[in-house]
């Protein structure tokens, strides 16, 4: 990959600053802060060490902070992402499937802190479960890349359709489409079908909402709720109805299952509102009341080099 391009996209140093001015002023602990202040320290040196590294490189590279970056990406051969999995995944709401991107964590969690600290606050810093680099491997990892010594992993994405009509940000992780109160109950119903037929009768529900995740997500918010970890490169979904009302429901065995890469779910929303989330909070469309939803892995995937698949 001599002579080519890269981009380096940055996780942002404020939000670290921003936690300490938006509420956790309020707190005494002084450990806290100390924490955040080093949480900050670490992030940056890991972005001066991967930056050094490049300069060393026989690669053209631009650094970017995410909060700067706001349209596809483009003419580059690959992405470098400096974070944890959030930027990661919002490197990907920007990507096709022809960029392959390496994460780097740049503030991965230490055990022994959470361990000493675990009576005071929480110490987790960053998972990084779709990063394969961290400051001590990311030159080894980049040489082999640069060298075609290990590929790309293709990971599945979600896509989902509103009324038809296809949304411009492909998932991850997962979806959720809930009330935007969470307070509010969520009424829906959904099916699985395959070429336009049904394959599993239809579901009603109220509940406070419906997740699905791919593979890569369902380590994820999906494990946490009771979902099971599926192998990284399947394409097939899990779905998840949240705190479904019904007892009856609950115990049916529909509130949970698989849709088959060749099916998809189509639901029906019937709440005054409603949001689709994508990977989160930060990216989120609007549903109203008699809205068709479908959802299905027929989306454009993702070259990812995962720490676990490489060579």
């Not at 955040?36 to 670490?42: A, G, P, Q, T, W």
């Not at 961290?134 to 599945?156: C, H």
């Not at 509102?273 to 994508?278: D, L, Q, T």
């Amino acid at each position: 990959m001599a002579g080519k391009k890269l981009l380096l996209l940055l996780k942002p140093l404020d939000v670290y600053t921003f936690r300490q001015s938006d509420g956790i002023s309020r707190i005494t602990n002084p450990q806290i802060f100390q924490h955040l202040d080093n949480r900050c320290k670490v992030h940056k040196d890991a972005i001066d060490f991967c930056q050094k590294i490049l300069e060393q490189k026989s690669i053209d590279w631009e650094p970017i902070f995410r909060n700067n970056l706001s349209k596809p990406i483009s003419n580059v051969d690959l992405v470098v992402t400096v974070g944890g999995d959030g930027t990661l995944l919002q490197a990907s709401h920007l990507m096709d499937d022809s960029i392959p991107v390496l994460g780097v964590n740049s503030d991965p969690t230490r055990v022994t802190e959470v361990e000493e600290f675990s009576n005071e606050f929480d110490a987790s810093r960053s998972t990084g479960y779709l990063c394969a680099a961290t400051v001590k491997n990311f030159e080894q990892v980049l040489d082999n890349i640069l060298a075609g010594q290990i590929i790309p992993s293709k990971l599945s994405r979600i896509a989902v359709c509103v009324n038809s009509k296809l949304l411009p940000t492909f998932a991850l992780n997962d979806i959720l489409i809930a009330h935007p109160c969470p307070a509010t109950v969520s009424w829906f119903s959904f099916k699985i079908k395959k070429d336009s037929l049904p394959c599993s009768q239809l579901v009603n529900c109220r509940s406070s909402g419906l997740r699905v995740s791919t593979a890569a997500g369902s380590t994820a918010a999906m494990l946490s709720a009771g979902g099971f970890i599926m192998p990284a490169l399947s394409q097939d979904l899990q779905y998840m109805v949240r705190e479904p009302i019904s007892p009856r429901a609950a115990c049916s065995g529909l509130m949970h299952g698989l849709v088959k890469s060749a099916q998809s779910m189509k639901a029906t929303w019937f709440s005054k509102e409603g949001v689709i989330y994508i990977d989160g909070s930060h990216v989120c469309y609007s549903i109203q009341n008699g809205d068709t939803i479908e959802i299905s892995s027929k989306a454009p995937g993702l070259k990812v080099f995962l720490p676990h698949l490489l060579a």
